[in-house]
């Protein structure tokens, strides 16, 4: 397996092997983190990572991921960069990669990060785009796994905006592990027929099925892992929230709603979330339309079952395995 000098732009363009190998080497690199150990395995490299969505666990892991593989980090935020308004994407990237080894980048349209990685001889690792956030996918299949000690066999349910980059990004990986999808939200936000099309035929090869439904009752019974996300996303319009109510209130995830699955099921989200009323964004919510929580509850949210915060943790493991396993010449061999 060489994995050396590639993009990391989205699941599918991984063999299931080599999705499994990054989730083994971020295990060791997890390993590594709690034992203390030098993984410091790039004392000469830098790294620049562009950000035109503000991020939290995202630009931390992958500072934290570059650290601690030794190199140096360069973060430009959406204000610190020529990119798109003064300069063209191709010329940036052209640019970052004479003096980055590779380059991260969350923003907008998939295009744009397509259009990077063309462009740059380095390696481009997509941070999120309005179509999907794979470094996600990632962190959330090491903690599943590392939660049931298996990934095959298992049934995951994104619950809610099922259309969005999350949610697009879960069904690759899922297909790619065989691990069943559940997609359960509104008809109005169902995942698009192209990736439900290209995602199944991966599904069945490795035994697993993808569902795409608006009825709550397909969850009964059958669901390892319930999953959900914002109702609205960044860089959508605020004035979309009364609609995104209207349409996902009955698919917020709370008691009622995890009685249907598993009693052995654990509840994840991506973060950040809206569970309380701690959050500016919240509270405007709450001034507008009454609700106190969104897509899931805070009984939910802080439950045994909700493992979220392993799986932020996880994000900065992963991450870490994808920067390594893209920089480092496989000749060498892990050390
Ligand atoms: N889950 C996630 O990507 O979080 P940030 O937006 O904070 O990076
Ligand atoms: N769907 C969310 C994910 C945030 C990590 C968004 O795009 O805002």
């Given at each position: 397996m060489n994995f050396f000098g590639k993009d990391f732009l989205?699941?599918?363009?991984?063999?299931?092997?080599?999705?499994?190998?990054?989730?083994?080497?971020?295990?060791?690199?997890?390993?590594?983190?709690?034992?203390?150990?030098?993984?410091?395995?790039?004392?000469?490299?830098?790294i620049a990572i562009v950000f035109e969505k503000t991020s939290t666990r995202t630009r931390c892991s992958f500072e934290v991921a570059g650290y601690d593989l030794g190199?140096?980090?360069?973060?430009?935020?959406?204000?610190?960069?020529?990119?798109?308004?003064?300069?063209?994407?191709?010329?940036?990237?052209?640019?970052l990669s004479r003096l980055y080894d590779g380059i991260?980048?969350?923003?907008?349209?998939?295009?744009?990060?397509?259009?990077?990685a063309r462009y740059s001889d380095v390696p481009v690792w997509n941070?999120?785009?309005?179509?999907?956030?794979?470094?996600?996918?990632l962190g959330d299949f090491m903690t599943i796994e590392e939660h049931f000690g298996k990934l095959n066999g298992l049934t995951v349910a994104f619950v809610g905006d099922t259309r969005n980059n999350v949610s697009n990004s879960l069904m690759a990986m899922s297909a790619k592990m065989g691990v069943?999808?559940?997609?359960?939200?509104?008809?109005?936000?169902?995942?698009?027929?192209?990736?439900?099309?290209k995602c199944k035929p991966i599904?069945?090869?490795?035994?697993?099925?993808?569902?795409?439904?608006?009825?709550?009752?397909?969850?009964?019974?059958?669901?390892?892992?319930?999953?959900?996300?914002?109702?609205?996303?960044?860089?959508?319009?605020?004035?979309?929230?009364?609609?995104?109510?209207?349409?996902?209130?009955?698919?917020?995830?709370?008691?009622e709603l995890m009685t249907r699955v598993k009693d052995t099921a654990i509840f994840l989200h991506c973060l950040p979330s809206f569970h309380d009323l701690n959050t500016s964004i919240a509270k405007d919510v709450n001034k507008n339309f009454g609700l106190?929580?969104?897509?899931?509850?805070?009984?939910?949210?802080?439950s045994d079952?909700?493992?979220?915060?392993?799986?932020?943790?996880?994000?900065?493991?992963?991450?870490?395995?994808?920067?390594?396993?893209?920089?480092?010449d496989s000749s060498t061999g892990l050390k």
């Open positions: 989205r699941i599918l363009d991984f063999s299931e092997d080599e999705l499994h190998y990054m989730l083994k080497v971020a295990k060791k690199f997890k390993e590594y983190k709690k034992e203390g150990k030098n993984h410091k395995f790039f004392p000469n490299k830098n190199m140096g980090v360069t973060y430009l935020d959406p204000s610190g960069s020529q990119m798109g308004h003064k300069e063209s994407i191709a010329d940036t990237a052209r640019v991260e980048y969350r923003g907008f349209d998939q295009s744009i990060v397509d259009e990077l941070g999120l785009t309005d179509e999907c956030h794979p470094t996600q996918a069943n999808f559940i997609a359960c939200g509104p008809s109005e936000l169902k995942p698009s027929d192209a990736i439900v099309e599904a069945e090869k490795n035994g697993a099925t993808i569902t795409v439904t608006p009825n709550l009752e397909e969850l009964n019974g059958r669901v390892d892992v319930v999953y959900t996300d914002v109702w609205l996303s960044l860089g959508e319009p605020q004035e979309k929230w009364g609609e995104r109510i209207n349409l996902l209130r009955p698919y917020q995830v709370n008691k106190n929580e969104m897509e899931v509850t805070n009984e939910v949210f802080e079952k909700s493992l979220v915060f392993e799986q932020a943790e996880n994000r900065m493991h992963t991450i870490k395995s994808v920067m390594f396993l893209t920089l480092w």
